[in-house]
């Protein structure tokens, strides 16, 4: 059955620092997506991504942040400069169709960033 | 905007008891309605939609029904099993073109 994945699964870094979170989608999906999940809280929409832009995001999503898809099979979530409130699971999403319709999104195990 | 709210956990249960975790929406429009799972370790997995009011989705025991009168789409299983044992995530697909989670309910089933 195809999976999205993940890698890391785990990554700890100092504050400051530059993270890239990568993503491989469902191959036939069209619509990406990041999540996060701090520790005890909400799973939070962070950005939707389609035809090689971005079509939606949260106010989460500021400047720091940065998605891009450069092969077609990856899909990448940049952290320019990590501060210890980015500590999360940070999990990717794919659909065929919109979310919110009855598209169904398929989430990766998530990746879990720790910040020193 | 769009919200859920869930029930706060965690939930303990034994084997085969009767299961409900609550879930209420605030949408505009008409959202699809979603409950996923977490289990240890792994990603969130679609458990069950329901794309319009009155609608009962089910999967392995699981069942829930939209009801937009309540604006409710509680999450419920008549005889839980260990394998159960996850977190239990409401969501929303409305106005906003993506997905508004509910806090998540931790559920621990015991033998």
């Known amino acids: 059955e195809p999976e999205v994945t993940q890698t890391p699964s785990h990554q700890v870094t100092q504050m400051g620092q530059e993270v890239i979170l990568r993503c491989v989608p469902i191959?036939?999906?069209?619509?990406f997506y990041w999540y996060r999940q701090i520790l005890g809280q909400k799973v939070e929409f962070l950005v939707s991504f389609y035809n090689n832009e971005i079509s939606e995001k949260s106010e989460i999503f500021d400047d720091q942040f940065s998605v891009e898809r450069p092969d077609g099979s990856n899909f990448t979530l940049k952290i320019r400069s990590t501060k210890l409130e980015d500590s999360a699971m940070y999990f990717c999403a794919s659909s065929e169709s919109r979310a919110g319709g009855i598209g169904e999104l398929f989430f990766g195990e998530g990746s879990r960033l720790t910040v020193l | 905007g769009d919200s859920v709210t869930q029930m706060e956990g965690p939930v303990t249960l034994s084997e085969e008891a009767f299961l409900t975790i609550n879930c209420t929406y605030t949408?505009?429009?008409?959202?699809?309605l979603f409950w996923y799972v977490q289990y240890p370790g792994e990603g969130l997995q679609l458990l069950l939609k329901?794309?319009?009011?009155?609608d009962k989705g089910s999967n392995k025991g699981f069942e829930a029904t939209y009801r937009k009168e309540t604006t409710s789409f509680h999450l419920e299983k008549g005889s839980v099993q260990v394998s159960d044992s996850a977190v239990y995530f409401c969501a929303l697909g409305g106005s906003a073109r993506q997905l508004t989670f509910g806090s998540g309910t931790q559920l621990t089933v015991l033998p």
């Open positions: 949408a505009t429009g008409y959202p699809s």
């Open positions: 191959s036939n999906h069209l619509y």
């Open positions: 329901a794309t319009k009011a009155d």
